[in-house]
């Protein structure tokens, strides 16, 4: 699979989580999702050479591509989400969703996170409330993309009579 493919596939699945972490899949949620996946089919066909039948094809294509994904994926996501109600396992600690979009949310480029938090805010406040588990869950992926790993520091030389500029070469030196 294309990189892009594969990423544009990781957004659109954390999208999905994100909207099932509070047991519904909101109407208003449906809708953003849709949109984001428009306008991303509209930017791979902008960005396309060809006429503007290969430009519809390959859109097409695309378009037929994440509908199969975003099937697929509504269906997983939603087993998970009937799984967890009808468990009475609604609390979120224990939640596969939550698991899951952390999971994929450290698939994705610090970059990636960047637009991958903006999408998961406007999807937990899509619907006009804000759950607990949406809001914790919003919460845990600030906290991940602000976490830095942590640098080893490399300790460095010491300078040394052939590393340094403008000291003149001792005497005993064989030049």
Do not use: C
């Not at 957004?11 to 428009?38: C, K, P």
């Not at 902008?46 to 039948?53: A, N, Q, T």
């Not at 269906?75 to 969703?97: C, F, M, N, P």
């Amino acid at each position: 699979m294309d990189k892009g493919a594969e990423r544009f596939g990781t957004m659109v699945d954390l999208m999905l989580t994100v909207s099932y972490i509070d047991g519904v899949f909101h109407q208003r949620e449906w809708a953003l999702l849709h949109n984001y996946v428009d306008s991303v089919l509209a930017m791979i066909e902008g960005s396309s050479i060809g006429s503007p039948d290969d430009r519809t094809r390959l859109r097409n294509a695309w378009r037929s591509h994440f509908e199969q994904l975003y099937s697929q994926l509504d269906k997983e996501v939603g087993v998970l989400a009937q799984e967890i109600t009808a468990a009475g396992k609604d609390t979120y600690v224990g939640s596969r969703l939550r698991v899951r979009a952390l999971g994929l949310f450290k698939r994705l480029s610090p970059a990636d996170q960047a637009v991958a938090l903006e999408l998961v805010t406007a999807l937990v406040h899509a619907d006009g409330q804000i759950t607990k588990n949406e809001h914790d869950l919003h919460k845990e992926l600030h906290q991940l993309f602000a976490t830095k790993p942590a640098v080893k520091e490399v300790p460095k030389a010491p300078p040394s009579a052939r590393t340094l500029v403008d000291v003149p070469i001792p005497p005993t030196h064989p030049l």
